[in-house]
């Protein structure tokens, strides 16, 4: 038999096998380099293809986007050649380096991006993952998705590393305000942001999801070297469950730590330093603090509180927290209704001021905790210590299912982030890295910043935060006004899109495997036929 009959039979097989409903076999392995028409070879992918690219350089010198769709059982995979490092480069500050237009089941893998302006923008997207990607020295923030009416569906943002922005700064800034667009049901894990709080850095925020978001987890992340705060998160006004805030590790946080208006799940953090309060619960926008959990953290803080929480209007619950305040409260309670809240199994320094009684014990950093100091970064552990005053001191009512390692606490009422090990910490030992999960174990994916007085009033709110510098497409959020207690007016320049020269367009690589035309029936009755005379 000849190749060319062996292709004609593979050729039918594939097609019987879509007709039948097994996987078709269309999908191309499509090689890319820095001098091939990349863009176009992606916008060129179909359901099952992979985009690889090649180590090296690729300078960008017009508007790069795409708007691509996969499928669930075959995604799209933009990926770098096994072994190799591709790098987007684009010199021209006024313009983003990547514009994901749209994408639908889209995996983009192991590719670093630097300068332009918005590192990656996406302005429509559901089921996409941005895996082991490097993202930095960006004049804008590093990953946005905040274009007006959007939803972003199942985001997968993972093990990715963000690094020196510029202007608005944020690491990532996903949603709008107002509840002008939103994220949901996403994933954020085991990123690595830091440095977001450059001289020309107006906001800077490490990982900020905006209002109406819902149904969020951010987890097993190390945020440092922020602006802003490491982690903000406003209320999900109402359009769906709570977001989640777990097992991050966060210090030398600009404003505060982990900053949430509402409708949050905040457990098993590490804050070691934040200019401000470690985590902070106050209004912001629509949103005041409501439907929130701020169970099993650890804070170590030089300076102001390591717990606040103002402007309360319904059920908070703060437990099994281990919070030391150096000069500060361990938790703050500010003005508003407190009658909703629960204080139950924390220990700490610095004592609980106003609020509820109870629920609180001190403690002392230098004998509860392995290696704890107020020096604000790692090295440091803040593993309990063999008897110190954290071990089986929570309330066993609000202990979590794990820990700071993933560990199962298996209902041990231990406090702060970590679960009592006699033989000590059996996880990662916290650095300025990827966190690490060295026995394989980790994540199965399943008021206003700014604010310095002790009222939570009179916060500089966000500037600018929607449009990077010449952008002249459609989309953004458009201007985004203060949230009423102090703060400015955010800016006006977000219409979104990159002022890119060029349409983008290309010719293709050229390289593709297969032709994509399904046979006709009249082909498949020809193909049939030959198949049977072959078995005669």
């Known amino acids: 038999m000849t190749m060319r009959s062996y292709a004609w039979i593979l050729a039918g097989l594939s097609t019987i096998g879509a007709m039948t409903g097994a996987s078709p076999a269309w999908a191309a392995v499509v090689n890319v380099g820095p001098g091939d028409d990349v863009e176009g070879a992606i916008n060129a992918a179909q359901p099952g293809d992979e985009i690889v690219l090649a180590g090296g350089m690729y300078t960008l010198t ?223 926008q629509s949103g005041s603090p409501d439907n929130l959990e701020v169970v099993h953290n650890t804070i ?80 440091i552990d803040v593993f309990p210590a063999p008897g110190g005053a954290l071990i089986g001191a929570g309330d066993p009512a609000y202990v979590t299912a794990d820990d700071f390692n993933t560990t199962p606490r298996g209902g041990v009422a231990d406090v702060g982030a970590y679960l009592f090990d006699p033989e000590g910490n059996p996880g990662w030992p916290l650095a300025p890295e990827f966190k690490d999960f060295p026995d394989g174990g980790g994540s199965d994916t399943d008021g206003g910043t700014g604010d310095t007085g002790s009222d939570g009033t009179g916060g500089v709110d966000e500037t600018g935060g929607n449009g990077s510098l010449g952008d002249t497409g459609t989309g953004g959020a458009g201007s985004e006004a203060g949230d009423g207690t102090g703060g400015a007016t955010e800016g006006t320049g977000g219409t979104g899109g990159s002022a890119g020269g060029g349409d983008g367009e290309g010719g293709g690589c050229g390289c593709r495997s297969t032709d994509r035309a399904p046979l006709g029936g009249a082909m498949l009755m020809m193909l049939l036929g030959f198949l049977a005379r072959r078995r005669r």
């Open 62 to 284: 017009e508007r790069f986007s795409f708007d691509i769709a996969g499928t669930e059982g075959q995604p799209i995979i933009i990926r770098a050649a096994d072994g190799e490092q591709p790098h987007l480069h684009r010199p021209d500050a006024a313009q983003n380096i990547v514009d994901i237009d749209g994408a639908t089941w889209v995996e983009i893998r192991g590719i670093e991006f630097s300068g332009g302006s918005a590192g990656i923008r996406i302005s429509a997207a559901d089921h996409l993952t941005i895996e082991d990607c490097e993202i930095h020295d960006t004049a804008d923030v590093a990953l946005r998705a905040n274009d007006g009416g959007v939803t972003y569906e199942s985001l997968h943002i993972v093990h990715n590393h963000i690094h020196d922005t510029d202007d608005t700064g944020e690491g990532m800034y996903l949603g709008c305000n107002n509840d002008g667009c939103r994220l949901a049901n996403s994933v954020i894990e085991r990123n690595w942001v830091h440095h977001t709080n450059g001289p020309m850095v107006v906001q800077g925020d490490g990982i900020e999801i905006k209002e109406g978001s819902y149904g969020n987890v951010i987890r097993d992340n190390v945020i440092h070297d922020t602006k802003y705060p490491c982690i903000l998160t406003y209320s999900t006004a109402g359009n769906g469950p709570p977001n989640v805030i777990e097992r991050n590790v966060l210090w030398n946080c600009g404003d505060h730590g982990i900053q949430s208006a509402a409708d949050a799940t905040i457990r098993n953090n590490i804050i070691l330093s934040a200019n401000v309060d470690g985590i902070a619960m106050q209004m912001h």
């Open 300 to 379: 170590v803080k030089s300076t102001n509180d390591a717990i606040s929480l103002r402007n309360a209007v319904g059920d908070v619950l703060i437990a099994n927290n281990a919070v030391y305040a150096q000069s500060g409260s361990a938790i703050f309670f500010g003005a508003g209704d407190t009658s909703g809240v629960i204080l139950a199994g924390n220990v700490g320094i610095g004592g609980v001021s106003g609020g509820p009684g109870g629920g609180y014990v001190d403690g002392d950093p230098t004998l509860d905790l392995v290696d704890g100091h107020f020096g604000g970064a790692p090295p």
